[in-house]
């Protein structure tokens, strides 16, 4: 659907081999921040669209609801593409999860215990590429990551008296969505706000700006 490693795609380029600085900016917080405030809201939202889907699809094939369950891992993956500092998928997840909680959710405050193992999934990921190679490919993978925490993670809190072919394929589901939706969604979100200008300050609206030549040519 979208190919991988084009030159027109922003969050789909490696930083260069160089050194670049880890240590996060008072611009890398606030942005950070801001967007996972947002995507919080987004958390919020789709527990209204969530229930009708979920509960459709699990009664064809119980666990497959896990399919839906992409959206809560957004927020990682969409600030780590675009801050690419150390924590920024745990902490956007953390916050987006809080602000959820704030809101008031059907799982209560547990949303946070969620948006910390979510977290890691995606930020074990990029921290094994050392938080230099932002391609598509590792951001799906980061985005399956995501998934898969969650999965297993839920299958141990919400579903551990269920019969082990749920079990399955509900993680199974949830890495898929957490490639697609998370994975996918973040990157295809990341190179619209480049597209914006509203990350002139970071690498990949930088790299957008760079390659926007190239690709009227």
């Given at each position: 659907?979208?190919?991988?490693?084009?030159?027109?795609?922003?969050?789909?380029?490696?930083?260069?081999?160089g050194r670049r600085p880890l240590r996060w900016r008072v611009v890398d917080i606030?942005?950070?921040?801001?967007?996972?405030v947002a995507v919080g809201v987004v958390f919020k939202l789709w527990e209204f669209g969530y229930e009708p889907l979920a509960a459709g699809t699990a009664l064809?094939?119980?666990g497959?609801?896990?399919?839906?369950?992409?959206?809560?891992?957004?927020?990682?993956?969409?600030v780590a593409i675009i801050v690419r500092k150390p924590g920024?998928?745990?902490?956007?997840?953390?916050?987006?999860?809080?602000?959820?909680?704030?809101?008031?959710?059907?799982?209560g405050w547990s949303t946070l215990e969620a948006g910390l193992?979510?977290?890691?999934?995606?930020?074990?990921v990029l921290a094994l590429f050392l938080y230099r190679v932002w391609r598509?490919?590792?951001?799906?993978?980061?985005?399956?990551?995501?998934?898969?925490?969650?999965?297993?993670?839920?299958?141990v809190i919400s579903y551990p008296g269920l019969d082990p072919a749920f079990k399955l394929v509900y993680v199974v589901c949830g890495v898929v969505s957490g490639a697609v939706i998370a994975g996918l969604g973040s990157w295809l979100l990341a190179r619209a706000l480049a597209r914006t200008g509203v990350l002139s300050s970071f690498a990949a609206g930088r790299e957008h700006a760079r390659r926007r030549p190239t690709s009227a040519a």
């Open positions: 659907m979208v190919p991988v490693g084009t030159s027109s795609a922003v969050p789909s380029t490696t930083v260069s081999t606030v942005v950070a921040s801001v967007l996972a064809l094939l119980p497959t609801q896990a399919l839906f369950g992409g959206v809560w891992l957004l927020a990682g993956p969409l920024a998928a745990l902490f956007a997840e953390l916050v987006a999860a809080s602000v959820e909680a704030l809101f008031g959710t059907q799982w193992v979510q977290g890691l999934g995606a930020e074990i598509l490919p590792v951001v799906l993978l980061a985005g399956a990551a995501a998934g898969l925490a969650m999965g297993l993670n839920d299958i």
